[in-house]
């Protein structure tokens, strides 16, 4: 398997601008997460989903961002408009299921906004 | 609240040495805790994995240990080499099945 999948890998737009962020999970796991990472705040769940089904959207900081889940193998992170608080490395990871199973990380994306 | 803080920020040794990386939390009541690695410009790896109803979880030169009670986690690196310089990260999953991270050590080995 070639692991979690996330496209583009670096991003940089300015602000106001849309990204669309997008990740492809392993074949066969039900979990699909949405982290950001940045040096001030360290690691962050944004959102998560548990066959294809939002289960929990709490750390998504405003209205701004919406995440979807179209089907089992692809996500998509959007981020309209786009601001320079933004900056960060986004990952996606995906895991067997939504319990206790171990995730399976991403390369994430850098993302800049001007 | 679930808190999870692991000391030091970063650490530095020669090559060779045995280590010891720590990591603390808040709330005894978790499923399990993980430890992951990071490198540069990359996604996190999954290490090792230890459900709350175990003590330790070895691989390789790797062993991990959990002490639910003290809310205590170690990881331990024998025989340190260059590449394992990276930043580690713990993670305990709580009792709404969330992974809550800790700020990670950075370890740099000195050949």
């Known amino acids: 398997d070639a692991g979690v999948i996330q496209s583009p890998r670096h991003e940089v737009t300015e602000m106001g601008q849309e990204v669309t962020l997008r990740c492809k999970p392993i074949s066969g796991h039900n979990s699909l997460f949405w982290y950001r990472q940045t040096m001030m705040r360290g690691l962050e769940l944004l959102i998560y989903f548990n066959n294809n089904v939002p289960i929990d959207d709490s750390g998504m900081p405003e209205d701004r961002f919406s995440a979807k889940m179209p089907n089992a193998s692809f996500s998509t992170l959007k981020i309209q408009p786009s601001e320079p608080r933004d900056s960060a490395v986004y990952f996606c990871a995906s895991s067997l299921g939504q319990g206790t199973d171990t995730q399976y990380f991403g390369p994430g994306t850098r993302l800049t906004v001007l | 609240k679930q808190e999870v803080t692991q000391i030091p920020a970063a650490l530095s040794v020669p090559e060779g040495e045995n280590l010891v990386l720590n990591c603390s939390f808040t709330?005894?009541?978790?499923?399990?805790l993980q430890w992951f690695r990071q490198d540069p410009g990359k996604g996190l790896t999954s290490l090792l994995l230890i459900q709350s109803s175990q003590r330790e979880q070895t691989s390789g030169r790797l062993n991990a240990s959990l002490d639910k009670s003290s809310g205590r986690s170690t990881l331990y690196i024998a025989a340190s080499q260059p590449g394992d310089s990276a930043t580690y990260l713990c993670a305990v999953r709580d009792s709404n099945y969330q992974l809550i991270w800790g700020a990670g050590t950075k370890l740099i080995i000195k050949p």
């Open positions: 709330d005894s009541a978790i499923y399990n």
